[in-house]
């Protein structure tokens, strides 16, 4: 199985940072990582498939970028609706896997 | 309008069998790229990916629960169903389903989630 270990666990920013977040993977994964928000009981919401590719309707402070086994989830100009738990997936090989997820909230 | 929705018991007891369904509305998982997937998450925990069921009847498991696992649903039918035998309660979990639309069919992201059932095992 593709491991995929995310850093930090855990953030704390203010409204109009710039964040970071990495998802590293045990082995390559080509062009199949995507990131999802999750917000205290409800369901994960797709915000970028294929690395980079932004999904419909997400904010364009949202931008993924990476290769190989490095990937990166950069949310800019921060704001309040942006808190949550971030998850990197991979969908290369089976079975698909997930990140453990890293939790911004606000300082 | 697409949606999902798990259905199933909320408590299980320990070497029980369960089975949810995932009813599907708005698409049809005979639309060939269509495919439907579980995904769990334990109480404070990361999500994982449990099993995918694709529009041409492939399915695909998770290898940590590899044996105990089965998705089914005839691509016809509007309903997907995971059953998971011999429960623990290191399954207690919300599940989710989830679709993953043609065009996403390479990268198998989800872009319309279920709410989740929250299934507790314990006796």
């Not at chain 1, 704390?12 to 590293?24: E, L, M, Q």
């Not at chain 1, 950069?74 to 991979?90: H, R, V, W």
């Not at chain 2, 016809?76 to 996403?104: E, G, H, K, M």
């Amino acid at each position: 199985d593709i491991h995929l270990t995310q850093s930090p666990i855990s953030l704390s920013a203010s409204v109009g940072d710039r964040v970071t977040i990495t998802c590293r993977a045990s082995q390559g994964v080509g062009n199949w990582l995507a990131w999802y928000q999750q917000k205290p009981g409800e369901a994960p919401r797709l915000l970028i498939h294929a690395i980079s590719t932004l999904h419909t309707g997400v904010s364009s402070r949202f931008s993924g970028s990476g290769s190989g086994t490095d990937f990166v989830l950069t949310i800019s100009n921060l704001q309040p609706e942006d808190f949550g738990t971030y998850y990197c997936q991979q969908a290369n090989s089976f079975p698909r896997t997930f990140g453990q997820g890293t939790k911004v909230d606000f300082k | 309008q697409v949606t999902l929705r798990e259905s199933g018991p909320a408590l299980v007891k320990p070497t029980q069998t369960l089975t949810l369904t995932c009813t599907l509305s708005g698409f049809s998982l005979n639309t060939r790229g269509m495919c439907v997937s579980w995904v769990r998450q334990s109480p404070g925990k990361a999500l994982q990916w449990l099993a995918r069921l694709d529009w041409d009847g492939d399915k695909y498991y998770t290898t940590s629960l590899r044996g105990r696992i089965s998705v089914s649903g005839d691509p016809s039918t509007s309903q997907v169903v995971l059953t998971l035998t011999n429960v623990d309660p290191a399954d207690t979990a919300t599940y989710f389903c989830a679709r993953i639309p043609p065009d996403y069919y390479g990268s198998e992201s989800y872009d319309f989630w279920g709410q989740g059932t929250l299934v507790t095992v314990s006796s």
